[in-house]
């Protein structure tokens, strides 16, 4: 019978001497080393890592362990370092995150510009969920974002003159491709957000044509029964 191989016992370890090890160790990096470590690791991504990312990077010297043992949790390492966490931002963070965007497009960011940064930014549906809409939290940052009825008024000023370019009231395909040459600056609408703006979207664009229509005829614009302008 083959006899089993004896397993040494484990040593005892005095815990106050082990903490004291693993104390050295954590600070052979100063807390701003720390912080410079997570910063490049960030300019590396583009974002501010998760610990997993942050642990993947080979060029990353510490743990994020140790990040998370010096400061408390890793939200708070990445505040320290003058980062945004991308899932647990306080509103405050989120609304420097949409100042300093604004500031860098000389406009009040929108919905696109969040998504073209995805990944590098909180997410816009956090804005939602924290904010209720993302027209709420431009609003809380200091942006003079318009109501409801005013982008509906827009819409329809240009609605009336794109009927106009064309010789009859605008289809839906229409509006889609007016917007794709549009300007980012001019804020035009897109086709669905049109549609958004009624609380029936069922014929939603067809009641848009009809206040197209009703705002031709006021300016003298004859317009016929089949929607092509006379």
Known sequence: MARKP?????????????????????????????????????????????????????????????????????????????????????????????????????RAPTARDLDRRRGSLPSKSLYWNTFGSLSNALREAGYDVATREERLGRAVERGAALARELGRLPKFADWAEARRGEPESTGMLTAWQVYGLFEERRGAWTAFQFLVRERLLAEGVEVRRDGTLC
């Not at 010096?70 to 931002?89: E, H, I, K, S, Y």
């Open 6 to 106: 004896r397993h040494r016992a484990a040593p005892d370890i005095d815990p106050d001497a082990l903490e004291s090890f693993r104390s050295g160790l954590r600070r052979r990096y100063s807390d701003e080393q720390i912080l410079d470590e997570l910063r490049r690791c960030a300019g590396r991504a583009g974002r501010a890592p998760t610990m997993k990312e942050f642990g993947a990077d080979p060029k990353t010297r510490v743990h994020p362990q140790t990040v998370v043992e010096r400061f408390g949790t890793w939200n708070a390492a990445q505040r320290a370092a003058g980062l945004v966490p991308r899932r647990f931002a306080t509103r405050e963070e989120l609304l420097a995150v949409l100042r300093a965007v604004g500031d860098e497009l000389g």
